[in-house]
């Protein structure tokens, strides 16, 4: 199949129910090094995102992007996603 479907790339994260990682943001704006989220946050659009940048590790329920899960803490009303790769 050519197309794989967005809902498919969710396979590929594990799941962190009520953690996040703080900092470690992908997309921040310089010179500020202010961090900002995505224009989603729905998990299977995320996922999709995730896989298309190699820098990517994981994200949030809040549409951030990370480049590290290393720093994974306990975060009421959060979930993170960690590719199951890294």
Same mark, same amino acid.
């Not at 224009?39 to 996922?47: C, G, L, R, S, Y």
């Given at each position: ?16 129910? @009520?953690?996040?990682?703080?900092? $470690? ?9 202010? #961090?900002?989220? %995505? ?15 190699? @820098?990517?590790?994981?994200?949030? $329920? ?9 720093? #994974?803490?306990? %975060? ?11």
């Amino acid at each position: 199949d050519r197309f794989i479907s967005p809902w498919s790339a969710l396979d590929e994260f594990q799941v962190l129910e @009520d953690h996040d990682a703080p900092g $470690s943001d992908l997309l921040v704006s310089w010179p500020s090094q202010a #961090a900002f989220n %995505t224009w989603t946050n729905d998990p299977a659009q995320m996922a999709w995102l995730c896989r298309l940048d190699t @820098d990517c590790v994981g994200f949030n $329920s809040n549409g951030y992007l990370k480049t590290s899960t290393k720093n #994974a803490v306990e %975060t009421q009303g959060c979930t993170l996603y960690v590719k199951k790769s890294v």
